[in-house]
């Protein structure tokens, strides 16, 4: 089966799932069904999205009367008036009806969870046909979403012992330790997938706080190895300080991962344009001195994609990277702006021996696998929003991928297309993956491969 289509069992799954966060110690027994289902409230959604689309439309007919009026203080301008508030009165009705059944389907769903549509929010213009996409988007994340908070519930149940000997303070009995899930953010790919936070909760110990994230982490995790093995170096023999260091480990045969959780502060815009904010002169001085490192090492090793999303500010001013999944030398790292990214500071000589090192991983990195950028993630999101731009942004990949030098398609155009366009229908944003050998559509499989290195001449 293609991984990029819907489940049958999945589209067809009504959903009566509890208002609360999904926890490892909730039997489903003391679940309380819903007075309506998720595919109900998604319906009763839409409905009340056409009747608002009625009335406004009435509404419009009824001020364009009152306008024609030359008397405003006539018995008929009275009365369309009154009829005008009336309408608006209702309006007001429904789209609090809408309001209150989104926060409901939400509920329905672990602690985070937004919604990738809110009709009550859309314009009312919208034409019959966009109405129905974005209903299908909707239907179609509830059942992907259930499906995978499930699936991650029992994965970390299975798994949990492993974590707590690896990220825990040494707890012996996992029996007593239970865990709530949350939605961290970040977009969905493959089928509703996202990262989330595992709170473990003991009877006699702080919490435990750890990431999961539904994909290996065989790149992010040689990425922090190289970081340590520069840290490692003698003080003469490397050209700055310390990079940021903390533990991942691969689970579930390489499916899914688990990171420490950083404490750290999220940014708003780039690294290097975030410095100046920083009130704390020491802590400043800090940060600038540990982006120049991280920067420094990044940009020579081809760690790219630390766009302010990617990347966490901790209070003692050190840079730490929480996505390190695209490699890909000559590119920007993302972490500098425009203007700072010409600062000479910024690109100190690196030492004989950081080179060294660096160009071993690159060398190791040819055979592992990675997250290959086609087209900035924001595109694919700005796509989602409007149905017609959806084909012309998988054509869009196609011409990139075919001025690709190095890489030749070998997918069915056509076939493509079809498969790009439901990944975006179910609200998933599109992602590729890459090693030397192949470039594939979504997770790296023999399956998913759509285009394979060009023979040396």
Same mark, same amino acid.
């Given at each position: 089966?293609?991984?990029?289509?819907?489940?049958?069992?999945?589209?067809?799954?009504?959903?009566?799932?509890?208002? /609360?966060?999904?926890?490892?110690?909730?039997?489903?027994?003391?679940?309380?069904? /819903?007075?309506?289902?998720?595919?109900?409230?998604?319906?009763?959604?839409?409905?009340?999205?056409?009747?608002?689309?009625?009335?406004? &439309?009435?509404?419009?007919?009824?001020?364009?009367?009152?306008? $024609?009026?030359?008397?405003?203080?006539? #018995?008929?301008?009275?009365?369309?008036?009154? &009829?005008?508030?009336?309408?608006?009165?209702? $309006?007001?009705?429904?789209?609090?009806?809408?309001?209150?059944?989104?926060?409901?389907?939400?509920?329905?769903?672990? !602690?985070?969870?937004?919604?990738?549509?809110?009709?009550?929010?859309?314009?009312?213009?919208?034409?019959?046909?966009?109405?129905? %996409?974005?209903?299908? +988007?909707?239907?179609?994340?509830?059942?992907?979403?259930?499906?995978?908070?499930?699936?991650?519930? $029992?994965?970390?149940?299975?798994?949990?012992?492993? +974590?707590?000997?690896?990220?825990?303070?040494?707890?012996?009995?996992?029996?007593?330790?239970?865990?709530?899930?949350?939605?961290?953010?970040?977009?969905?790919?493959?089928? =509703?997938?996202?990262?989330?936070?595992?709170?473990?909760?003991?009877?006699?110990?702080?919490?435990?706080?750890?990431? %999961?994230?539904?994909?290996?982490?065989?790149?992010?995790?040689?990425?922090?190895?190289?970081?340590?093995?520069?840290?490692?170096?003698?003080?003469?023999?490397?050209?700055?300080?310390?990079?940021?260091?903390?533990?991942?480990?691969?689970?579930?045969?390489?499916? =899914?991962?688990?990171?420490?959780?950083?404490?750290?502060?999220?940014?708003?815009?780039?690294?290097?344009?975030?410095?100046?904010?920083?009130?704390?002169?020491?802590?400043?001085?800090?940060?600038? !001195?540990?982006?120049?490192?991280?920067?420094?090492?990044?940009?020579?090793?081809?760690?790219?994609?630390?766009?302010?999303?990617?990347?966490?500010?901790?209070?003692?001013?050190?840079?730490?990277?929480?996505?390190?999944?695209?490699?890909?030398?000559?590119?920007?790292?993302?972490?500098?702006?425009?203007?700072?990214?010409?600062?000479?500071?910024?690109?100190?000589?690196?030492?004989?021996? #950081?080179?060294?090192?660096?160009?071993?991983?690159?060398?190791? /990195? !040819?055979?592992?696998?990675?997250? %290959?950028? +086609?087209?900035?993630?924001?595109?694919?999101?700005?796509?989602?929003?409007?149905?017609?731009?959806?084909?012309?942004?998988?054509?869009?990949?196609? !011409?990139?991928?075919?001025?690709? *030098?190095?890489?030749?398609?070998?997918?069915?155009?056509?076939?493509? +297309?079809?498969?790009?366009?439901?990944?975006?229908?179910?609200? $998933?944003?599109?992602?590729?993956?890459?090693?030397?050998?192949?470039?594939?559509?979504?997770?790296?499989?023999?399956?998913?491969?759509?285009?394979?290195?060009?023979? *040396?001449?």
């Amino acid at each position: 089966m293609n991984p990029l289509s819907l489940n049958q069992e999945v589209q067809q799954t009504v959903i009566d799932s509890p208002k /609360q966060p999904i926890s490892s110690d909730l039997p489903e027994k003391h679940v309380e069904p /819903q007075v309506m289902s998720s595919h109900q409230m998604i319906n009763f959604i839409c409905d009340k999205f056409l009747e608002r689309q009625t009335i406004n &439309k009435q509404i419009s007919e009824a001020e364009n009367e009152l306008d $024609d009026i030359p008397d405003q203080k006539s #018995e008929v301008a009275k009365k369309l008036k009154s &009829k005008i508030r009336e309408l608006e009165k209702k $309006d007001e009705h429904l789209e609090q009806a809408m309001k209150e059944s989104e926060e409901q389907l939400k509920s329905q769903f672990i !602690e985070g969870r937004e919604l990738p549509v809110t009709l009550s929010r859309m314009n009312l213009a919208m034409s019959d046909s966009q109405i129905k %996409y974005f209903k299908g +988007i909707l239907t179609s994340k509830i059942g992907l979403w259930k499906a995978f908070e499930g699936r991650a519930k $029992d994965t970390i149940e299975e798994h949990k012992a492993t +974590i707590l000997e690896q990220f825990g303070n040494g707890s012996k009995n996992s029996a007593d330790v239970k865990f709530d899930l949350k939605v961290l953010g970040g977009d969905d790919h493959n089928n =509703g997938q996202s990262p989330l936070l595992v709170t473990f909760t003991f009877p006699d110990k702080s919490p435990l706080k750890v990431v %999961y994230k539904p994909r290996s982490a065989q790149t992010d995790a040689a990425i922090l190895d190289l970081f340590a093995k520069l840290n490692s170096l003698h003080p003469d023999l490397k050209s700055h300080g310390d990079l940021p260091q903390y533990k991942i480990q691969d689970i579930d045969g390489g499916k =899914g991962s688990i990171w420490e959780f950083i404490e750290g502060q999220p940014l708003h815009t780039e690294a290097s344009s975030t410095i100046n904010k920083i009130q704390d002169q020491d802590v400043r001085i800090r940060a600038e !001195e540990n982006l120049i490192r991280l920067e420094q090492i990044c940009s020579r090793a081809g760690i790219t994609d630390l766009h302010m999303e990617n990347v966490l500010l901790t209070r003692d001013g050190q840079w730490v990277p929480i996505d390190l999944e695209v490699v890909e030398p000559g590119h920007a790292t993302g972490l500098l702006s425009s203007q700072a990214s010409k600062d000479p500071k910024f690109s100190p000589e690196l030492k004989q021996d #950081e080179i060294m090192l660096i160009d071993k991983f690159l060398d190791q /990195q !040819e055979k592992r696998v990675s997250r %290959y950028v +086609i087209v900035a993630t924001a595109s694919f999101i700005q796509a989602s929003t409007d149905p017609s731009t959806i084909e012309p942004m998988a054509q869009e990949v196609l !011409e990139t991928l075919s001025k690709n *030098n190095e890489f030749k398609l070998t997918v069915d155009p056509k076939q493509f +297309i079809k498969q790009f366009s439901a990944c975006m229908e179910k609200g $998933d944003v599109p992602f590729f993956t890459k090693n030397s050998d192949a470039i594939c559509f979504g997770h790296f499989a023999e399956e998913n491969i759509i285009a394979i290195r060009k023979p *040396n001449k």
